[in-house]
């Protein structure tokens, strides 16, 4: 329709205008033409409806290319998110030693038996029938106050003596500094703990009617007692875990083993290091086992890492290194 309706204007337009100058119509005439022909080049759609349509088309793809760049982006996006989100922080909160399931697992084993020395004579175990809870109590926290430093069967001889004595605060409150000397020698620093034992029962009787106090941070205040002696009674006489009781065999075996991060010096540090990554559950058993574990086997001198079965998974074990 276009292209017909531009012929007759032209032809209309030549007639009228025959008796001019030919030469400039005939231009005229061309140019019109030739803007003419190159309008109909255009195939698109004509109407506004059409073009707005078309318009439409035309940014279609351009939209398809922006959701394109976004999924683009998304998915460049998509890693960093995961890097964030994925566990660095995970792995620095959840730091734990390696392999250390097996490691105990291993120490169960070996310690199936239950025939070390803390399994017949340990703080729980020094203590008699015939007496109230509160005062087994107060022979538990006896027990560890007598057992720093000390071997256990020494502990366990001191104890039998003061029960058949009488172990209650009362009667420590009553007997004399020599008496309850002779009761407890040979135990490490006797001498002091003497005092110490002394001491307590005053405070026992004046301040916890002859019982004894029921939080670490009220035990730690009583003489000679420490954590590792406060987190036990805790676990031992009130039955409640609220931390690892750290000796100088859980400390020892600790750091052969990898458990802490990095190696600890004392007792205490080594009771936090393993704190932070041992599941709670674990907290009144690795004592015990570890305890009997390095009584037996993992000796403060000349290991027995021959018989270990941790000794290809233990970092320590001088086992390993022969069989290389
Ligand atoms: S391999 Fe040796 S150092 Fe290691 S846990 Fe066993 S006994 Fe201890």
């Known amino acids: 329709m276009a292209k017909n309706g531009s012929r007759k204007s032209v ?4 007639t009228y205008r025959n008796a001019g ?16 022909i190159s309008k109909s080049k255009y195939f698109g759609p004509t109407t506004r409806a059409s073009k707005r349509t078309a318009k439409t088309t ?26 964030v989100s994925s566990g660095t922080a995970k792995t620095k ?10 490691q105990l697992e291993n120490i169960r084993k ?25 005062e087994k109590r107060y022979h538990i926290l006896t027990s560890l106050m ?45 001498k002091r703990k003497v005092e110490y034992i002394k001491k307590t029962a005053s405070i026992l009787k004046e301040h916890y009617d002859c019982d004894i106090p029921s939080t670490v941070e ?35 075996i600790s750091n052969r083993l990898g458990w802490v991060k990095k190696k600890t010096k004392e007792p205490e540090q080594t009771r936090q290091g393993l704190e932070d990554w ?26 027995k890492c021959e018989f270990c079965l941790n000794n290809q998974i233990c970092p320590a074990s001088t086992a390993k290194s022969k069989k290389k």
């Not at 909160?93 to 097996?102: G, S, T, V």
């Not at 009220?218 to 690892?244: F, H, N, S």
């Not at 599941?279 to 009584?295: A, D, H, I, S, T």
């Open 146 to 190: 007598l057992s720093s430093q000390t071997k256990d069967h020494v502990t366990h001889g001191a104890m039998d003596k003061l029960l058949n004595h009488g172990l209650t605060v009362d009667k420590i409150v009553g007997i004399s500094d020599k008496k309850l000397g002779e009761l407890i020698y040979p135990v490490g620093f006797w």
């Open 278 to 303: 041992l599941p709670r559950e674990y907290w009144k058993e690795v004592n015990w086992l570890l305890v009997g574990f390095g009584q037996q086997v993992c000796l403060p001198v000349s290991p």
């Open 58 to 83: 035309t940014v279609t793809p351009a939209k398809k290319l922006g959701v394109e760049l976004k999924e683009n982006a998304s998915k460049t996006k998509v890693p960093k998110i995961k890097k």
């Open 218 to 252: 009220t035990l730690v205040k009583l003489p000679g007692v420490g954590p590792k002696m406060a987190y036990l009674t805790m676990t031992c006489a009130w039955d409640k875990v609220v931390g690892i009781g750290v000796d100088v065999h859980v400390h020892r």
């Open 21 to 36: 100058n030919s030469w400039f119509v005939m231009k005229i005439c061309l140019h019109f033409v030739m803007s003419q």
């Open 11 to 14: 032809m209309r337009f030549i």
């Open 110 to 134: 070996m310690r199936e038996m239950k025939d070390a020395p803390v399994d017949t004579m340990g703080c729980e175990r020094c203590t008699q029938d015939g007496y109230t809870e509160k």
């Open 93 to 102: 909160l959840k730091w734990e030693p390696d392999k250390w399931e097996m």
